[in-house]
């Protein structure tokens, strides 16, 4: 007990402590809300006496999912945590589906629709139409409905007018054919998990407990699930901070926060107002920032940490150069620290994935190992997505979409027409691809007049892999075979070894080793991706209700499980495999939540922050807020004058304001011992001494003049700006190292 209340002031100690069912913590980044529901869980266990896997724990990302796990874990032990049903809305609904879903007719195999195909469902279908509907913004729009659980139905009554109608038609056909694909989008997991509680309580009589970490994100389906989850004994507890609602334009309703208080009028709201995150200096400057704000109340903030060393905003002539810089100061900063900080406390946060490439290429080049998150680089790759699409064809046959994606891949002289052919005559019929498909090569239907005899050789060939792997999915289960041993199988039999040396030569070795790192992997991602580990250790069920796996082998649920993993990692931005000692690469929203000592925000410039497609401003400046105050100690602001594509680019006017010019008044890294003290001081670790810190200096200095011997490094940038890049360096050297210059 005294574990789980110390090390809380008395606000975090009420709200943990609070006899009452219904609490709600409401209060600004870094004031320890996620430590508070984290000890809330271990205070509702160990004090209250409920039991782990009665307890609904949600968070947004998987590695929030994860690092709350981690917090639990040192309270209570793993066995503890492990009991929770802990993870994220998608990943929590997808296992009521699995165990449940029948009740409401859905299959317990049902695969997940990624974005990537739910676009060519959506593509497919505007163009069989005809319709001039632009498909992005069709799913856009489906994916919004969804979110505010507006059936199809509804949606067609309630707008009108030709496009509508076209939208309505649309999302009918979208609907009717994720139904025929055995498939549900992230929205429908959502939208069908509470379909299935409110119809069916009973699937939650045993939940006790429910807490939601950053609920001000949460949209309407999230919040029903959250009210629907916790409909057995009403005990829940939301943390969240309304300046920090980032996700609006993915239908997040801030207003989810009253409602609840509404819902629930004995709910005690507790406000923590001690910040034990960022320095003072970074809270002044985010705290000025959010006050830009007219229309939010005022709030208390108060800093528990030192001022800390100023923090950085900085000119620089082009985006390009801008990533060199960051990539430079990274390198400087762990040099001139002597090992207090390392790569793993660093973090590059961006407005948006794209602007990643040149950061990407940069520490590329400088050779500084990095992880994206917020973008799902592993399992993006197209040797990867082959596999994938492979076992999930095998797993869930009737997934047009893979079986469309592989079906030629490798080449089984199966044309483009054919396949598209094969498709429309799917849709048309409502039947799965993979139907038409069986109809053919068993000479069942006249389909086969219109396919070539070579063609025809080709689809059966298809079959044939297809149905021997699930065959021996089920032998090697039997053999307890591992699912690294399947992939392999699959592999093999499919011929994507040979297929990649045929059509990526110069890339193979690459590719082919990401293959086996898939599946060195496999099991890697079916036992440790947070939320859906708990598989099999967590339960959401009562015992006596028999296991929707038990007409399956151990086998199947491990393939399944991988799949959906893969599915949600990529929703949820995160990456499955979670290291340490690299530079994080991330979205802002995949960021929130979390922390770091030393922070770059690039690219805050108008048009990308605000950002220009945006429309709700205020909702972009809580963005660059939520970036602001993951920092702990050392915080960089960059501006490129020039944008990737060469345009010219302004100051964001969020940094602008009179009031923020005093706090931003630092253009270079002043990192000289005092300030490397203060980051000490900030992150309580042992300060390197001022020898190490004068022999680092010293070494920095000698990498530098490295740096300026090594001309044909700096030759080949050879445009005008890195020449400028190279003039400035230069300067900078000679003036004895105290800030760098940049001339355009
Ligand atoms: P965000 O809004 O960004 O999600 P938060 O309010 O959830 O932030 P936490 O992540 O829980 O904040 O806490 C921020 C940091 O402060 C963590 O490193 C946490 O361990 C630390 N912290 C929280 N409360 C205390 C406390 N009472 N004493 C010391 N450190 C604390
Ligand atoms: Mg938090």
Known sequence: MDQILDGLNSAQRAAVTSPAAVVQVLAPPGSGKTKTLTSRVAYLITQNGLEPRNIVVCTFTIKAAREMQERIRGLLGSDTANRLVLGTFHSIARRFLVRYGSRIGIKSNFGIADTSDSTAI???????????????????????????CVSCAEFAVKHQGANMQEFSAVYAEYEDHLRVSNLLDYDDLLLRCADLLRRFPECVARIEAVLIDEFQDTNTVQYDLMVLLAQQRNVVTSV???????????????????RMVDLWPETHVAKLEENYRSSALILNLASELIQQDTSRPAKALEATLPMGPQPVLRQIPSAKIEALWIVGEVQRVIRRTCGMIGLGDVAILLRSASLSRLVESALGRAGVP??????????????IKLVLDYLRAIENSNHNEAVARIINVPSRKIGDATVARLLEDADARRLPL??????????????????????????????????????????????????????????????????????????????????????????????????????????????ESPSPFQDETVLETALTTLLANVALSAESSAQASDQKGLVTLSTIHAAKGLEWPIVFIPAVVEGIIPHSRAEDTDEERRLLYVAMTRAKAFLYLSIPSRGSTGDATSMSTFLSSKALKPLLANAGSQLGSREIKEIALILRRECPTERALSVAAAAEDAQDNRWLSHEDESESW???????????????????????????
Not at 242 to 256: H, L, M
Request: charged content about 30%.
């Open 718 to 744: 050879n445009d005008d700006e890195d020449h400028a890049y190279a003039v400035g360096h230069r300067q900078s050297t000679s003036n004895g190292r105290s800030c760098m210059i940049y001339q355009s």
């Open 240 to 258: 969240g901070d309304p300046d920090q609602s980032i996700y609006g334009w993915r239908s997040a309703e801030v207003k989810n926060l009253q």
């Open 434 to 543: 993979w139907k038409i498909i069986l109809e053919i090569v068993r000479g069942e239907t006249k389909v086969t007049d219109k396919v070539s005899p070579q063609a025809q050789r080709g689809l059966e060939a298809f079959v044939n892999v297809i149905l021997s792997a699930r065959k021996r999915l089920t032998t090697m289960s039997s053999e307890k075979k591992s699912l690294a041993d399947f992939i392999t199988f699959v592999v093999q039999k499919a011929g994507i070894q040979d297929h990649l040396k045929r059509t990526k030569a110069e890339d193979f070795d690459n590719r082919w080793a990401n293959v086996q790192e898939l599946v060195a992997q496999a099991t890697d991602i079916v036992e440790t991706a947070p939320g859906e580990s708990l598989e099999t250790s967590t339960e959401v069920i009562d015992h």
């Open 370 to 383: 990095y992880r994206m998150v917020g973008g799902n680089k592993f399992f993006d790759r197209i040797e």
């Open 122 to 148: 959506v593509n497919r279908i505007v163009k069989r139409l005809h319709l001039t509907i632009e498909p992005k913004q069709a799913r856009a729009r489906i994916s919004k409905a969804k979110a505010q």
